[in-house]
């Protein structure tokens, strides 16, 4: 019963930044894990970040390491993907979604998470 908004997406210059938000309403993401994924034109939906619901915990796919943070604020009950030093390859539609913190499957398995945004689109300029 969670639904999720992103938004924050947009055109950015290679090198630029954007930060995303995903909104949750009908129940509290306090006891869910939050995933970012994105989906580039032609290409398949991957991971791209993860935070756990109690401890914090942090997970980056390689290619966004160092340069993405993801964070979450459960007192808004709110999600974030800070990217910066923004590439073109970066390019995709970045959905947010959220699976219960008890879910077993790794942080990448799709089909793990019952609950996703609609999805924004960044694009970034070379």
């Known amino acids: 019963q969670v639904q999720l908004v992103e938004s924050g997406g947009g055109l950015v210059q290679s090198g630029g930044s954007l930060r995303l938000s995903c909104a949750a309403s009908?129940?509290?993401?306090?006891?869910?894990?939050i995933g970012w994924f994105r989906q580039a034109p032609g290409k398949e939906r991957e991971g791209v970040s993860w935070?756990?619901?109690?401890?914090?915990?942090?997970y980056y796919e390689d290619s966004v390491e160092d340069r993405f943070t993801i964070s979450r604020d459960n007192a808004k009950n709110t999600a974030y993907l800070q990217m910066n030093s923004l590439k073109p390859e970066d390019t995709a539609v970045y959905y947010c979604?959220?699976?219960?913190?008890?879910?077993?499957?790794?942080?990448?398995?799709?089909?793990?998470?019952?609950?996703w945004g609609q999805g924004t689109q960044v694009t970034v300029s070379s």
């Open positions: 979604a959220a699976r219960p913190t008890v879910a077993v499957e790794a942080f990448s398995h799709l089909r793990s998470y019952p609950y």
């Open positions: 935070i756990s619901s109690r401890d914090g915990s942090t």
């Open positions: 009908g129940e509290t993401l306090d006891y869910y894990a």
